[in-house]
């Protein structure tokens, strides 16, 4: 089976902090993606990547950015927290080109205060 | 962008029924998926889609391209379906990937 992991479930951070949220799958998937989960906004995505130092954004990427320097993982970065940010935060992989069934990760609850 | 539109918002129903969720597209997409979203916050895979009719136990599913529409079947609901279904269209070509969730069905399947 697929196993995409996220290094936190629940994250607690101040305003201006910088903020590292990991994920990590095991497939070998070339697509991996960031989501945030809003009430009433539905799944967004933030930033995706198609192979290691690749990287597409997303629909709402300000605020964020990302790295992957290895394949099998994707950094999402905040670089200085705001309260506007926080948010349940989804990654993803899928295999890659023609097949794009997407796998998630369990989800990290960010809190900004 | 594509636009996903998902119906009903909401719906309750008692253990035992049956029910029908729908996932419209607003454009041509490579690739529908459907998930569940448990009360955890876990998106759990139900099917992937992009035409034709698939089956997993009490669950179904089937998009029509053409029409651009899908459709995920519930029958013999229990409790523990309970949660968020959500679908997502996907669209990829050369240079481009454009991937849009629906705002989600919320079920409630009571005893």
């Known amino acids: 089976d697929v196993k995409v992991t996220q290094s936190s479930r629940y994250l607690v951070k101040r305003t201006g902090e910088k903020v590292f949220l990991e994920c990590v799958q095991d497939?070998?998937?070339?697509?991996m993606f960031w989501y945030r989960q809003d009430p009433g906004l539905g799944l967004r995505l933030i930033y995706f990547?198609?192979?290691?130092?690749?990287?597409e954004k997303g629909d709402i990427p300000e605020g964020y950015s990302v790295s992957r320097e290895k394949k099998e993982r994707f950094s999402l970065i905040l670089e200085s927290a705001s309260t506007n940010q926080t948010s349940m935060y989804l990654c993803?992989?899928?295999?890659?080109?023609?097949?794009?069934?997407?796998?998630f990760g369990p989800g990290t609850r960010l809190t900004v205060t | 962008g594509i636009q996903v539109e998902q119906s009903p918002p909401d719906l309750i129903l008692q253990e035992g029924a049956n029910s029908t969720l729908r996932c419209n597209f607003s454009?041509?997409?490579?690739?529908l998926q459907w998930f569940h979203q448990n009360p955890w916050g876990q998106l759990i895979n139900l099917f992937y889609?992009?035409?034709g009719t698939k089956q997993n136990g009490r669950l179904s599913a089937t998009t029509v391209a053409t029409e651009r529409y899908s459709l995920l079947y519930i029958s013999s609901s229990q409790t523990t379906d309970s949660g968020v279904y959500f679908c997502?269209?996907?669209?990829?070509?050369?240079?481009?990937?454009?991937?849009?969730f629906g705002k989600g069905t919320k079920l409630s399947v009571i005893p």
């Open positions: 990547s198609y192979d290691v130092k690749m990287k």
């Open positions: 997502a269209a996907i669209n990829s070509g050369a240079g481009s990937y454009q991937l849009t």
């Open positions: 993803a992989s899928s295999p890659g080109t023609g097949y794009h069934e997407q796998y």
């Open positions: 889609i992009p035409s």
């Open positions: 497939m070998d998937h070339e697509n």
């Open positions: 454009d041509s997409v490579n690739n």
